[in-house]
Every structure is written in structure tokens, then in C-alpha cells.
């Protein structure tokens, strides 16, 4: 399923992995979040509810991932990598940013960003 990302101007395309996680998550859309700061690598905005678990979990990320953290429950988008690993109980990839996930290094702090659906 492709999504999109709008923050502000910015608009980014995604495309979610075929997994129970990222198809709960797509359940949820269209979706609009406050995203907060963290790190200086990815923003971060709560969900409404916990998600389907189905996704291996994961300890590493890559610049453009969308991916779930279940203990917020939160979604993140990472824009940077600050070479650190992610600590237990790992990340859930929900999918994958185009191009351009660096955009949200222009955001200080919270910025709202709305998830929708494009397919």
C-alpha cells in the first residue's frame, strides 16, 4: 500500500511492507499526529492504539524507515543515522519513505504530520 506524509509543505510518498503490523497501522488512515523530536535522527508521534503484532522485530534502521515502536505506542520516521542501535524491544518496520525523509530535519521540535492512504 503506498501512503503519504505531509508535514506542512512537505510532502513525502511511502510504501508500506506487507506485514499484519503495517497493514494494522493502515487501518488507522488517515491519521494526524503531533511528531516530537528525538535524537536528531527521527520524529515520533503516539497512536491511538497499540498495534497487531506480525513484524520481525528489528534493531537497526536506516534513514527513510517508518516504523513502529510498541511501548509508546508510537510511529517514528527516521531522517537521520547517528550510527546508534535500538534498544529492546526493537522496531517493527511499517515501510519505506520514497526519497526525501531528510525534509524533516527542518522541523525543530513537534511538528504535525498527517498519514493518509494514496492507493
Known amino acids: 500500500m503506498r501512503i503519504r506524509l505531509t508535514?506542512?509543505?512537505?510532502?513525502?510518498?511511502?510504501?508500506?511492507?506487507?506485514n499484519a503490523t503495517a497493514r494494522d497501522f493502515a487501518s488507522l488512515l488517515p491519521l494526524?499526529?503531533?511528531m516530537?523530536?528525538?535524537l536528531?535522527?527521527?520524529k515520533y508521534g503516539h497512536l491511538p492504539r497499540s498495534l497487531a503484532a506480525g513484524g520481525k522485530p528489528q534493531?537497526?534502521?536506516?534513514?527513510?524507515?517508518?516504523?513502529?515502536w510498541s511501548p509508546g505506542p508510537d510511529i517514528a520516521v527516521f531522517y537521520d543515522h547517528d550510527g546508534q542501535s535500538i534498544p529492546a524491544p526493537g522496531i517493527i518496520i511499517l515501510g519505506e519513505i520514497?526519497?526525501?525523509a531528510?525534509?524533516?530535519?527542518?522541523?525543530?521540535g513537534t511538528?504535525?504530520?498527517t498519514v493518509e492512504a494514496v492507493d
Open 59 to 68: 534493531f537497526r534502521y536506516e534513514v527513510g524507515n517508518v516504523v513502529y
Open 32 to 34: 494526524t499526529l503531533q
Open 98 to 100: 520514497d526519497s526525501g
Open 7 to 18: 508535514a506542512g509543505e512537505t510532502v513525502l510518498n511511502a510504501t508500506l511492507d506487507d
Open 111 to 113: 511538528v504535525e504530520v
Open 40 to 42: 536528531e535522527r527521527e
Open 36 to 38: 516530537n523530536e528525538l
Open 102 to 108: 531528510d525534509a524533516f530535519k527542518k522541523y525543530d
